[in-house]
């Protein structure tokens, strides 16, 4: 149905940008697992609108309001339901726009596919829907760490043309955060910010590409044949809004470099099995060897941009549209914390997985059905 993802842990989620609101059900988080709601509203804040000159001017204090499934600060098991309210919404800025279709938009497709569209800042399609993933991933990444330690850190990597030089081994999210595009390198952040306000003093926009690293993912998470570790993370990072492309590892490098190039020899290292290289971002197989995982996640430049351009209406004839509203001249800077949670999501589904599959203990006391 396209609202859903994961197996064990599964989240659904409902709601359009400038509806009610939104809101979510978590299902098959695991009972009596502390959890940090200020971590997770803190999740929220980095993703939320207005925080700083690059993103939106729209107003959401994006304050989650938690319904069912935790009861004195611990998970109980059972469906976690949580729920953000709209508050600044402004459907009457797209009002002169609904009978037309703005490009590279989803207004056409979704009526080719329902034959009717919420014309209100594109519905379901608008990236206001990601704040439900980024509190499930929150959620998630609280098992992760309660379960293995886990540690996952996204930063924006590229803007245009101009691309930052980290160490990947160790970046930080303190780092991250210390500039308002999220790029831990404060020369390339610098040069990043005035591309992004350049870009929307032309009233244009610009994309770029997200780098994220998970630390302390145990050897094993994964499932052949179809759904392999890296083929689940791509689906769950490319069904995030104005997502172009996916890499893992080397990623499209490695199919310009020879076998004895790409190869990661293994080692033992403290009496660990270990590699000496990582093109392989961490998964061999389909499933996680117990190194770093090393993805990037390509985001096109944001559809609406302040000029006018061509377009059809609704019934076929030309006719030109200049867009207005509220909206990012760049999304990446917001969309550190999504592909986090989209992350998250997948390694504690896949975690889950794994344990799922481990042999009993032998001494366990399993109910026993009579013959």
Not at 29 to 41: K, S
Not at 167 to 192: I, L, S, Y
Not at 210 to 221: D, E, I
Request: proline share 5%.
């Amino acid at each position: 149905m396209g609202s859903s993802i994961g197996r064990l842990l599964r989240l659904s989620t409902f709601g359009e940008s400038h509806g009610a609101g939104l809101g979510a059900i978590l299902e098959g988080c695991p009972p009596r697992i502390p959890l940090d709601i200020e971590a997770i509203q803190a999740d929220l804040d980095r993703r939320k609108p207005g925080n700083s000159s690059l993103t939106s001017a729209r107003a959401e204090a994006d304050t989650i309001e938690i319904l069912s499934g935790v009861f004195d600060g611990k998970t109980l098991g059972t469906a976690i339901g949580f729920l953000f309210r709209n508050r600044d919404a402004n459907p009457s800025a797209y009002r002169p726009f609904k009978d037309k279709y703005r490009p590279s938009h989803a207004d056409y497709t979704y009526d080719a596919r329902y034959g009717i569209r919420d014309w209100r800042g594109g519905g379901r399609a608008s990236a206001r829907e990601t704040v439900c993933r980024v509190a499930a991933g929150g959620i998630a990444r609280q098992i992760l760490a309660h379960q293995c330690n886990a540690e996952i850190i996204a930063w924006v990597d590229q803007v245009g043309h101009i691309e930052s030089d980290c160490n990947t081994d160790r970046v930080t999210r303190a780092q991250v955060d210390a500039t308002e595009v999220r790029c831990p390198d404060p020369d390339a952040a610098a040069r990043m910010a005035a591309e992004i306000k350049d870009a929307r003093s032309n009233k244009d926009t610009i994309g770029g590409v997200l780098r994220c690293v998970v630390r302390n993912v145990p050897a094993g998470l994964g499932d052949p044949v179809f759904d392999k570790l890296e083929a689940d993370l791509a689906h769950a990072c490319m069904s995030i809004p104005a997502a172009k492309g996916f890499s893992i590892g080397s990623g499209f490098a490695g199919s310009r470099m020879r076998g004895s190039e790409h190869n990661d020899a293994f080692a033992a290292v403290n009496g660990q099995v270990a590699t000496t290289t990582n093109h392989s971002g961490g998964i061999q197989g389909g499933i996680s060897n117990g190194m770093n995982i090393l993805l990037s996640v390509a985001f096109k430049p944001v559809a609406t941009i302040f000029t006018t351009q061509d377009t059809v209406t609704t019934t076929g004839k030309s006719t030109t549209i200049a867009p207005r509203g509220r909206h990012d001249p760049c999304v990446l800077p917001r969309a550190v914390p999504i592909v986090e949670a989209m992350v998250a999501l997948v390694l504690c589904d896949h975690l889950l997985r794994w344990r799922a599959i481990q042999p009993l203990p032998a001494t366990s006391n399993v109910i026993k059905t009579e013959k």
